[in-house]
Structures are given as C-alpha cells and as structure tokens.
C-alpha cells in the first residue's frame, strides 16, 4: 500500500507540473483561436506526461490522463456557473471523477503496467518508443480532445438551453453511473481469481458494458451541444472515438479473454459485444409487432 501511495503522489505531482506547462504554452501563444490554442497546451502536457513515463519505464502513468485533462481543458470556455453552464460542467466532472477513482483503485504502482502496453512493446519492437509515444500518449489525447469539441463549443455558446439540453446531461448522468455499476460488479468478480467468464449483471447483457457507457457519455456531449448550436459536422470526435472503441479497445480485450478463458467462445455467442439486443433482433422484434 505505502509503494502505491508514494506513486499516486508522484503521479499527482507530474500532472500538476504538466499542467503547469501547458497553462505557460497556453498564455503565451500569440493567436485568439481558443480552441486551437488548448489543443497546443493539452498536447504539450502530454508530451510532459510522456517524458515521466519514460524516466519510470512505464506507460501506465499517462491512464489518468484520459479523464483527468477534461477537468482542465474546459476552464477558458466557462465564464461564469450557471444552471446553464452547471448542465454541462457537473455530468463531466461525474464522469472524469468515477474514471478517476476506478484507475486510483486498479492502479499498483511504478512496476506495475497495463497488459495492453506490454503487448504492443512485444508485437511492435523496434518500432516502440514510436508506437509508446504516438499510439499511447498521442492519439487518445487528440482523440478525447476531439470529442470535447462540443463541450467546447457548448460552452462558448449563450444560446439558452433546453429539453433536449437536459436530456443530453441525463444521458451522460446514466451512462456514467451504468459504467460505475459494470466496474463495481467486475471487481467484486475478480476478488476470487479463476479463468471463469464474468456473465453476471451486466455482464450478462452486454460483454463490454463499461466501453459501451463510455460512448454514451460522448453521445450525450454532442446532444448537449447540438441542441444549442446545429454544428453537425462536431460529430467527428464522436465517430472517431466510436471507431476507437470498436476496432482497437474491443477486438484486443476479446482476442485477451478468449486466450485467457475456456468458456469465453461460448459467452461471446450468447451475449452481444455492446448492446443487449442486436440491430438484427430489433428489427424481427419490431418487424413482428407491426
């Protein structure tokens, strides 16, 4: 416990350093376009990031980055709390602090890395320290940034809010708390180690119920944001974290599980990978009611 203690600390005090940086690269760019200008400072920051997980040989001390940058990010866009600005603020600050929290819980400490860093060094060798700081370090940031575009613009906005406004923050609400129960009931799963498959609450409905809250959360921003200001071409972001999910975060879990656990090939044809009821399932349930 005292070595995890001494991490997180050590961790704190390089995102503050980093954060630190990126509010220097911030002030001192010479133009006006503010989210231009956010997207410098939040790359610098992971560049800072990057450098520490070098010094300790560990990738994993950029995780947190995910969810703790949003908390900064939005500080040039909100002038002023709100009910307005408190719709939006408040459903962030819920997400990034229970993704937080749940990295807080799972992380070990400097010697401990994510078994995902530790396949692509393997599979890419020589080609790692491209692949750590572009793959690792680099890409999530622009990807995260680019679906905080709505939030941005959402905030830049003095268009009043509406239903539809409340709608986007409740969906971001109860996304957030489905990704918490889904996490809750897979830390209790793991509590008794064995190569069983995890098909229970959730579980049971989806196999990636956390991944599927986490589009959601994004799904529900761009609502927010588009019941303020029409900018449709703002979906961007969400496709491209959609696609991140989908064609990287998931197949690579699933490939994991099925080499890991016996019974996993069998889960995987009784239960969808993110929806508890298929598009084609849908449609012969709805085709059958009309």
Same mark, same amino acid.
């Given at each position: ?6 991490? $997180?600390?050590? #961790?704190?005090? /390089? %995102?503050?350093?980093?954060? =630190?940086?990126?509010?220097? @690269? +911030?002030?001192?760019?010479? *133009? ?54 408190? $719709?939006?603020? #408040?459903?962030? /600050? %819920?997400?990034?602090?229970? =993704?937080?929290?749940?990295? @807080? +819980?799972?992380?070990?400490? *400097? ?77 209790? *799963? ?101």
């Amino acid at each position: 416990m005292k070595k995890k203690q001494q991490a $997180l600390l050590g #961790i704190i005090s /390089y %995102y503050l350093i980093a954060m =630190l940086i990126a509010l220097i @690269v +911030y002030r001192v760019l010479p *133009f006006e376009n503010m989210i231009l200008r956010v997207f410098i400072a939040n790359i610098s920051a992971t560049f800072i990031i990057y450098l520490f997980s070098l010094i300790h040989k560990n990738s994993s001390i950029y995780d947190p980055y995910w969810s703790v940058a949003p908390f900064v990010l939005i500080f040039p866009f909100v002038d002023g709390l709100t009910l307005r600005t408190l $719709l939006m603020i #408040i459903p962030l /600050y %819920y997400w990034g602090v229970r =993704l937080t929290l749940n990295w @807080v +819980y799972t992380f070990h400490d *400097f010697s401990h890395q994510d078994w995902r860093y530790d396949y692509y060094k393997q599979k890419t060798k020589l080609y790692w320290p491209i692949v750590n700081l572009m793959g690792i370090h680099v890409m999530p940031t622009v990807v995260v940034f680019l679906a905080m575009i709505p939030v941005f613009r959402y905030l830049q906005s003095d268009s009043p809010y509406n239903v539809l406004t409340v709608l986007g923050a409740g969906v971001v609400i109860f996304a957030t708390s489905f990704q918490w129960l889904a996490d809750v009931q897979m830390h209790r *799963f793991k509590k008794t180690p064995s190569d069983a498959v995890m098909n229970q609450g959730l579980w049971a409905y989806s196999r990636h119920p956390n991944y599927l809250g986490e589009m959601l959360v994004w799904l529900g921003f761009f609502v927010m944001m588009i019941s303020v200001i029409p900018e449709w071409h703002a979906i961007f972001g969400l496709i491209v974290m959609m696609l991140m999910f989908s064609m990287i975060s998931i197949p690579l879990m699933e490939k994991r599980q099925l080499e890991k656990r016996p019974n996993y090939e069998e889960y995987q044809s009784q239960t969808n990978v993110l929806l508890p009821v298929s598009f084609e399932r849908l449609l012969k349930l709805l085709t059958k009611k009309s």
